[in-house]
């Protein structure tokens, strides 16, 4: 567990107890909960210690993904205070190394080899570059992402803390933090960065 | 043999060649995606009509039936004289759709492959740890467990699912598989709901049910077992929900534990009242 993780349980925690959100069926969670921690072994590199919920996993699990209050605001800030910037401080990088990361799908299930480099995922789950047309739809379509918002500093920053940490802008998004996750190191974020914003890439043209 | 009507001109064949090239032009490109889609869904379907003539999975429905049959274990009895999938002892037509179900026996709400395997170590005295060693089918090899699940399930071919929800224990079992379809952690944060709790998604080209709808629910149950294109392989739905757990970057989920038959119970009873085809084909 990351200091932000841990962090994140304790400031989780007392805000749930204190909480007036009604647990529409939070019998029926604990037994789920209590039943999936009986019933998994270890396999690979999956461990049973991924079983456990951190305190981001923890609060959307008990709202149905639909936290609400101070504590949102406070959780989200957390995560964006762990994202960690390349040595050199650019923050995009080359779109073509962005690419090929974002067309791979591998890493972190127990049949894969453990350690990195894992891939991206982002075609499993978004349309990117006009020419990959085998893209998924769990997220919105990032086709024209830096033709449409432009590549100023702020987009780059911007940009580089959603892929890093998704959860920094929105407490329960469906997205992987790949950052926070050590999936992506921030230099391979930074190539992802690249495919998105710079003018030059296929998904801006 | 063709013949030119006598108004096609050539300068009219390239007025109409030119109206088809506009249309084609004029399909967007995203809409040509979604036309490409389709059309890989429709030619798999296909396929999967042309081979159901000689469905695979009847191979292993026979296989299933001798070892149904057969005196087998340390115990030396037939599980068609000892084991009751639901309908009694040895009663196999109807007994997958009515299934996962609670067991007095084992005091346990139990799915068909849980069952089997439980009359195997109860009845038969076979070991549940040698059963549990390879469960799943891989390359030459598939467990007679999956033989067996087949061959009970081809007995319920074009029948409705009707898994008791009445059942108190079932229904306790369903709200769990709920919950646990909801339960988010892991590396990327995923619970079986982030790729199957809401309609019209794709992880890449592959279309996801959403398991909250009965339809989507009996995406889940249909066609299971299945003989899988991918390595050529007999599979159940234990196999398919130990490859989600897998993908959502989880440990293993012990073979027939309570979290599969929760699963399983959950999507079943969404999918009852619509029909069971049978053992089939899977991509």
Not at chain 1, 64 to 90: C, F, H, M, R
Not at chain 1, 133 to 160: C, D, I, W
Not at chain 2, 81 to 107: Q, W
Request: hydrophobic letters at 35%.
């Amino acid at each position: 567990m990351t200091k932000t993780t841990i962090l994140a349980a304790l400031l989780a925690t007392p805000a749930l107890l204190g909480s007036s959100i009604v647990l529409a069926d939070a019998t029926h969670r604990t037994k789920a909960i209590e039943t999936i921690k009986r019933d998994f072994q270890p396999r690979g590199q999956a461990d049973l210690d991924r079983l456990a919920e951190d305190g981001v996993q923890a609060i959307c699990n008990r709202t149905g993904n639909n936290p609400s209050g101070d504590i949102v605001k406070t959780l989200e800030a957390d995560q964006l205070a762990g994202v960690k910037y390349p040595a050199d401080n650019k923050l995009m990088g080359d779109w073509k190394a962005g690419e090929k990361l974002a067309q791979s799908g591998r890493g972190f299930t127990w049949s894969d080899k453990p350690g990195l480099p894992v891939g991206g995922n982002c075609y499993n789950c978004h349309q990117i570059s006009p020419k990959e047309t085998a893209y998924g739809t769990v997220g919105p379509s990032l086709l024209h992402y830096g033709k449409l918002r432009g590549n100023t500093p702020e987009m780059q920053k911007y940009t580089f803390n959603k892929i890093f940490n998704s959860k920094a802008y929105n407490l329960c998004s469906d997205m992987p933090r790949f950052g926070h996750a050590g999936a992506l190191k921030p230099e391979q974020i930074k190539d992802l960065v690249a495919l998105l914003l710079d003018p030059e890439s296929p998904v801006n043209k | 043999m063709e013949r030119s009507p006598p108004q096609q001109t050539l300068a009219g064949r390239l007025a109409i060649l030119g109206t088809l090239g506009a249309l084609a032009f004029s399909v967007s490109a995203v809409a040509q995606q979604e036309l490409d889609h389709a059309k890989a869904d429709a030619e798999f379907a296909k396929f999967r009509a042309e081979m159901e003539d000689s469905n695979p999975a009847e191979l292993f429905e026979l296989k299933g039936e001798e070892l149904w049959k057969a005196k087998r274990g340390p115990k030396n009895v037939s599980l068609a004289e000892s084991c009751d999938v639901g309908l009694g002892v040895g009663k196999l037509e109807g007994a997958y759709v009515i299934n996962p179900r609670y067991y007095p026996d084992a005091d346990k709400v139990m799915d068909v492959e849980r069952r089997i395997v439980w009359c195997m170590t109860e009845k038969q005295g076979f070991k549940f740890g040698d059963i549990a060693k390879k469960p799943f089918a891989s390359g030459n090899y598939t467990p007679e467990v999956t033989s067996l699940v087949t061959f009970v399930a081809g007995h319920s071919r074009n029948m409705k699912f009707a898994a008791p929800i009445k059942d108190p224990k079932v229904r306790e079992v369903y709200e769990i598989g709920k919950e646990i379809t909801a339960y988010r952690a892991g590396p990327y944060d995923f619970s079986c709901n982030t790729c199957h709790g809401s309609d019209g998604k794709r992880i890449r080209m592959q279309n996801l049910p959403n398991l909250s709808t009965p339809e989507g629910s009996l995406k889940g149950v249909m066609g299971w077992p299945g003989y899988r294109m991918t390595g050529g392989v007999m599979l159940t739905s234990q196999w398919r929900m130990n490859d989600c757990f897998r993908q959502q970057r989880f440990p293993e989920p012990k073979y027939v534990s309570d979290t599969v038959t929760a699963l399983l119970t959950y999507m079943t009873v969404n999918a009852n009242g619509y029909t069971y085809k049978g053992p089939g084909i899977k991509r």
